[in-house]
């Protein structure tokens, strides 16, 4: 079963930082884009951030732009998504997702999601 695993979520205060990884169990994570996503309680998922196959072309929500930097490395079938200048409405649960180009939806290959909690 092609699978996602995201690991580095946590508790941080209100101004602090963390890195979330993703990383691809039984496939070559190059072969796509990925996508994150976020989904607090009670509220829908959203889109975070995207990166192309090469990584060369990222984008990201008005809601984190200037504070989150999302990356990939090739070589350790791992995308990152570093979080900085962390706000208590970034609390949520982090998920993501394989994709053909950051232009379409996901294809169905997703992570089982790590929790941020940012405390005011």
């Known amino acids: 079963q092609l699978q996602l695993v995201e690991s580095g979520g946590g508790l941080v205060q209100s101004g602090g930082s963390l890195r979330l990884s993703c990383a691809a169990s039984r496939f070559t994570l190059a072969y796509y884009a990925i996508g994150w996503f976020r989904q607090a309680p009670g509220k829908e998922r959203e889109g975070v951030s995207c990166?192309?196959?090469?990584?060369?072309?990222?984008n990201y929500a008005d809601s984190v732009k200037g504070r989150f930097t999302i990356s990939r490395d090739n070589a350790k079938n791992t995308v990152y998504l570093q979080m900085n200048s962390l706000k208590p409405e970034d609390t949520a649960v982090y998920y993501c997702?394989?994709?053909?180009?950051?232009?379409?939806?996901?294809?169905?290959?997703w992570g089982q999601g790590t929790q941020v909690t940012v405390s005011s």
């Open positions: 990166i192309s196959r090469d990584g060369r072309s990222t």
């Open positions: 997702a394989a994709r053909q180009v950051c232009e379409a939806p996901p294809i169905g290959i």
